[in-house]
């Protein structure tokens, strides 16, 4: 008989105080999972007598564990998927305790659905991940946990099953601990505890196991009755996204809805995040009576004090805290359709109670979820996870998922299709306001040369005044542009009538100025850009200073090398003439020294090459760069 | 057991005393489940044009009912009530389904396959699977389409069956209302995807996540009405293979070496009389009902003939369009 279900007391609330754990578990294939919430549901005797006989039945026909009953196939519920051996899809399971019920989600270990592993993460407080004690931690593993961290949830368990194929190894499960510890050390859990047990014979499940007394932990049960997980939403500010408007007749409207987090009271301020608008709850109506008070998670009707415009798609916020509104935002996705994302798709964004027409603005990266490391990338394939940008139609109001898991979290359904094609967690808003000084670190150059599609480089032009560095250097990025390369023209006659307008022709001053358009060109290149740079920048010094301003191979300096006489000669913009005159001083080359480039990246040899052919030259180094970096 | 009335509308100027929260006689884990299908079914009526509540009249219906009263309150639900008779229904369950409809003044409508019946189909002389699917999936189907309802509320739990394990909340139906598990939309957080392509259709289960002892416990703390067969009295049965069948109305035949008999019993799920179990039972009220659940070992859907003809028959019978 089920001793450790409650029996119904005398009173009318007979399992008055149980709460509820919803987790999940996941591991790789054959690590054991369907087994061990099949042991966890017999252990708790929530196992009826027909479903035995069932699974005996199955455990002849599919089973993996000769005349053992096989805990798996109470879990794999369709047909093809017990004639597969595998599970494909998202089982939920039941099980109930004296002290709580508990919701299971199972989800699949191979990694071509990472899309049911995210459903299943999306609604838990908790993840069991498993590892076979033979194996230890594997790539799969590693996934799973990016995963369960990504989707937001803080409390893991590290169930280190068939502890029985190693003997009961205390050294082999603290090497697998501590495995894991050093790996999930940035996945930012709120709790991790390692249990070391066997699912097939029920080692620290329900009880602890004598054949390790080694090891002084709850067993799996007794944690997943106790550990406490729902604080967060609780204490996070308020928020209510209205979800239908309740209007029966003139003289009732109700705004229905779900705390999303926080709590509302009556007599409390809200905003409406979108308009601004302020006004006061004046009652919590339901069904028996009025409410005080509802805190994150109760499904309420509000009532306002005042007659402001209020639809579903709006969020009630605390006026002290809001929300972020805003049309543009990063967000990370987990890729859920066949169809990879690409920029410029049309999707419809469900977040709250509201759904808009968005885009993608732009595919900033990949996290590759072995390594924890981000990389450029131009599309989402399925089963991806990367940081996008999404742009809505219209503003919706949201906050960073890592704050709060319901008012940060979305799905895009596909306008064509209309399937659900990716979740999304928003990082922070990108049209100004609260957030955007916050994480600005989190675009690096890298990624933003990445969503230009092209290496940013320093194309610097030195050489005597009057030996084509600006003509020659107007080419080329006319160049560039023509090849779809996003440019920037830095010449330094334009920026001594703005930025570089206070100084004057010194060496101080010279110095000065070369400075500050190294900058600049530092600056332009960080954006992302081919930024062209014409420049006399007479001393070599200057010069080395700016180059090192950028990463390796970034700075090109390119000498135009044009004979002092043959500068005069030319002198297109009367400067030696003027200095003759004395109407100049410290001509460079004239007056001051200039100090050619001592290992340049090119030499244009004006009087052998024309402007145009010295153009060219200097294209094909850029676009030759720009393969190898 | 006193529902208050239909819930008329009236002026409030002195808003009732507020309470504070958590004096509910709901646990945790129930208020969670009981918060969670209010949200399911508000969404249903704010984004779809023409939803529909299944109502079977069975004790998960009844939850559903109350759930739908509370969601809407102060208005009455804002959607029909669609009852699939198939001729075999409990006579109990037909009056408790027109005394609810009439005391919370719902839009009640009920389906039935006539042509079928005319036809001769009945639950002794035809196929336990083909009765089934003509006279409740088709005529489901049936009354679905000639209605127009885009949604469609069932009671069904995830607790009760493998293929019910893995439905979504929110479970898409292409044309033909036919299911397929491997193509099912993944449902997160609680953004739950409404958007149909035209011939399309949504079957929502509010009580996805429910278990039979949360129904009954729920049942039990909200007081809710339900068909007195779920409760145990001296009734008339036979036994037919291993089951006890009521004897409901006269055209039970008795197949040869079967005998009346009075028994103490109640049912744990409602179906077609003919095909129902009874099980023996002293509980005569929803706390005994509930004691016995906790000692019980055999699930509910044992109850069923219609269920028992294959393992995974309740995934075909979804492929097909049953709820």
Not at chain 1, 177 to 192: D, I, K, W, Y
Not at chain 1, 314 to 338: G, I, Q, Y
Not at chain 2, 135 to 160: I, Q, V
Request: proline residues 6%; charged residues 25%.
């Amino acid at each position: 008989m089920p001793d450790t279900l409650a029996p119904p007391a005398n009173d009318s609330l007979p399992l008055g105080l149980r709460s509820e754990l919803r987790f999940l578990t996941c591991g790789s294939v054959d690590d054991g999972k369907s087994t061990l919430i099949g042991r966890l549901i017999h252990d708790a005797s929530g196992l009826l007598d027909d479903q035995i006989a069932s699974l005996r039945n199955d455990s002849r026909r599919f089973g993996t564990t000769d005349d053992e009953i096989d805990f798996a196939l109470l879990l794999d519920g369709l047909e093809a998927e017990r004639e597969q051996g595998i599970t494909i899809d998202v089982a939920y399971r039941f099980f109930t305790t004296p002290r709580r019920a508990f919701v299971v989600a199972d989800t699949p270990g191979h990694q071509q659905y990472t899309r049911n592993m995210a459903t299943g993460a999306s609604n838990a407080e908790l993840a069991v991940l498993l590892v076979d004690a033979r194996k230890g931690l594997l790539e799969q593993t590693r996934r799973h946990a990016a995963i369960v961290s990504l989707l937001g949830i803080r409390h893991v368990v590290l169930a280190v099953n068939k502890i029985d194929l190693v003997d009961f190894s205390q050294a082999r499960f603290r090497e697998i601990e501590a495995a894991f510890t050093a790996f999930a050390e940035p996945l930012a859990f709120h709790s991790v505890v390692s249990i070391p047990l066997s699912a097939t014979l029920g080692d620290n499940i329900a009880k602890s196991s004598p054949r390790m007394p080694w090891y002084a932990g709850p067993p799996l049960l007794a944690h997943l009755e106790t550990v406490e997980t729902d604080l967060e939403a609780a204490e996070a500010p308020t928020r209510f996204p209205v979800q239908w408007v309740n209007r029966p007749n003139a003289d009732f409207r109700g705004f229905t809805g779900t705390v999303a987090s926080g709590r509302v009271a009556v007599g409390d301020k809200v905003v409406v995040a979108g308009s601004g608008r302020l006004s006061t709850v004046a009652r919590i109506v339901s069904f028996e009576r009025d409410l005080a008070e509802a805190s994150a998670g109760r499904s309420v009707t509000l009532t306002l004090a005042d007659d402001v415009d209020v639809i579903r798609g709006d969020v009630l916020a605390d006026p002290k805290s809001r929300p972020t509104v805003a049309r543009r935002f990063a967000a990370d996705l987990v890729w859920m359709d066949e169809t990879p994302a690409i920029l410029g798709k049309r999707f419809l964004l469900k977040i709250g109670s509201a759904t808009v027409p968005a885009t993608i603005r732009r595919v900033t990266d990949t996290l590759d979820v072995d390594t924890l490391q981000r990389a450029p990338a131009a599309q989402l394939n399925l089963n991806a996870i990367g940081r996008v940008e999404i742009e809505s139609t219209v503003p919706v109001a949201f906050d960073p998922y890592a704050e709060n898991r319901q008012t940060g979290a979305f799905i895009l359904i596909d306008r064509s299709t209309l399937r659900t094609a990716a979740a999304g967690m928003v990082v922070e808003g990108l049209d100004g306001g609260r957030d955007v000084h916050r994480h600005a670190e989190t675009i690096t150059p890298a990624l933003r040369a990445e969503a230009k599609g092209q290496q940013p480089l320093v194309v610097w032009f030195t050489g005597l005044p009057g030996s084509g560095k600006s003509t020659i250097a107007n080419i080329v990025e006319r160049k560039l542009a023509a090849l779809g390369r996003q440019t920037m023209l830095l010449d330094g006659d334009n920026l001594r009538q703005g930025l570089n307008a206070d100084l004057g022709f010194d060496a101080p001053a010279r110095a000065e100025n070369v400075r500050r358009v190294g900058e600049v060109a530092k600056l332009m290149a960080d954006a992302g850009l081919i930024t062209i740079v014409a420049l006399v920048s007479p001393f070599r010094a200057d010069r080395v200073r700016a180059g090192t301003l950028l990463p390796e191979g970034s700075f090109l300096e390119v000498f135009v090398d044009t004979p002092y006489e043959v500068c005069r000669q030319r002198d297109p913009k009367g400067l030696y003439g003027k200095a003759d005159q004395g109407k100049v001083i410290n001509l460079t080359g004239r007056d001051q020294a200039y100090e050619p480039p001592e290992s340049p990246a090119l030499v244009l040899r004006t009087v052998e090459l024309d402007a145009d052919q010295a153009a060219d030259r200097v294209v094909e180094l850029v676009l030759e760069k720009c393969r190898h970096l | 057991m006193s529902p208050p009335a239909v819930a008329v509308l009236t002026t409030r100027t002195d808003p009732p005393v507020p309470v504070p929260a958590g004096r509910s006689g709901l646990s945790p884990h129930l208020q969670r489940l009981e918060d969670e299908a209010i949200h399911i079914l508000r969404e249903v009526v704010a984004e779809f044009a023409k939803p529909v509540m299944l109502y079977s009249v069975g004790k998960d219906s009844s939850v559903m009912l109350h759930l739908a009263r509370k969601a809407f309150f102060p208005a009455p639900p804002p959607f029909p009530f669609l009852h699939i008779a198939s001729g075999w229904d409990f006579r109990a369950v037909v009056e408790h389904r027109d005394r609810m409809a009439a005391e919370y003044g719902l839009e009640l409508l009920v389906r039935t396959n006539e042509e079928a019946a005319l036809a001769g189909v009945n639950p002794f002389d035809t196929d336990t699977g083909e009765y089934s699917r003509l006279m409740l999936t088709e005529t489901l189907k049936e009354a679905l389409d000639s209605h127009g309802f885009d949604a469609a509320f069932g009671g069904g739990r995830r607790d009760e069956e493998k293929a019910r394990a893995k439905e979504r909340i929110f479970s898409h139906r292409g044309a033909g209302h036919v299911w397929d598990p491997r193509n099912q939309r993944p449902e997160l957080w609680r953004l739950f995807n409404t958007r149909l392509a035209p011939g399309d259709t949504m079957r929502v289960f509010p009580l996805s996540n429910w278990t039979e002892t949360d129904v009954w416990t729920y049942i039990q703390v909200e007081a809710i009405p339900i068909v007195p067969l779920y409760l145990a009295a001296e009734r008339r049965v036979v036994e037919r293979d291993g089951a006890l069948i009521a004897v409901d109305d006269h055209r039970l035949r008795l197949l040869p070496g079967e005998k009346e008999m009075t028994r103490s019993v109640r049912f744990r799920t409602l179906g077609c009389w003919p095909l129902t179990g009874a099980v023996e039972s002293s509980a005569t009220d929803v706390g005994g009902v509930i004691a016995e659940l906790l000692d019980s070992r055999s699930s509910e859907r044992q109850g069923r003939l219609v269920d028992g003809a294959s393992q995974a028959s309740m995934e075909r019978k979804k492929k097909e369009g049953y709820f």
